[in-house]
């Protein structure tokens, strides 16, 4: 079973698993990026994982308020979590030097196999889109990814505004 699945899987999904292990490879290693480019990545995985809710569970209201209560609580988790340490914010060139981490690798592989899971199991059993449990918990992952995502660049963001305007950077 486990070959057929592999097998029946489209190439443009390797595709893109094969983008995002690059992207993630990259991220862990220390680079001087632009400010916009901090953006592309959590708007794809935005993007991914609202096309898996809506395409799965339609925008059912337990789906999307499961989704946007974990994606809050996650960009606040993150938020709070992300420390900055190894930011160093350059508005005069528009730079941000990022120390290397794993934590996008990890956040965009958790996006990329929950919704690969979540088309398998729903190709075994599509009963299983109409389990709101089974919604709640694949929307509130989801969300928890994003969330934490967005209160990264969030709190980036907020330390690049803070250093152009000549103010004390946040705790």
């Not at 088309?119 to 989801?142: E, I, N, R, T, W």
């Not at 990814?145 to 967005?150: E, K, L, V, Y």
């Amino acid at each position: 079973m486990f070959r057929q699945i592999i097998v029946n899987t489209p190439v443009w999904v390797w595709a893109l698993l094969a983008f995002l292990i690059y992207r993630g490879m990259r991220a862990a290693v220390g680079q001087e990026t632009k400010l916009k480019t901090i953006f592309i990545i959590p708007a794809i995985m935005l993007v991914l994982s609202l096309q898996g809710i809506a395409t799965t569970f339609g925008m059912e209201r337990t789906a999307a308020a499961s989704w946007l209560l974990c994606m809050i609580a996650g960009t606040g988790l993150a938020w709070h979590l992300f420390r900055g340490d190894g930011i160093a914010v350059y508005p005069e060139r528009g730079i941000i030097f990022q120390q290397g981490s794993w934590t996008p690798l990890m956040l965009m592989m958790g996006i990329f196999f929950t919704k690969y899971v979540v088309g398998v199991m729903l190709a075994l059993d599509p009963s299983h889109k109409q389990q709101v449990l089974f919604a709640s918990v694949v929307c509130a992952s989801y969300g928890l990814f994003n969330g934490i995502f967005i209160g990264r660049v969030l709190r980036i963001v907020t330390m690049y505004r803070h250093k152009q305007m000549g103010m004390a950077l946040p705790a």
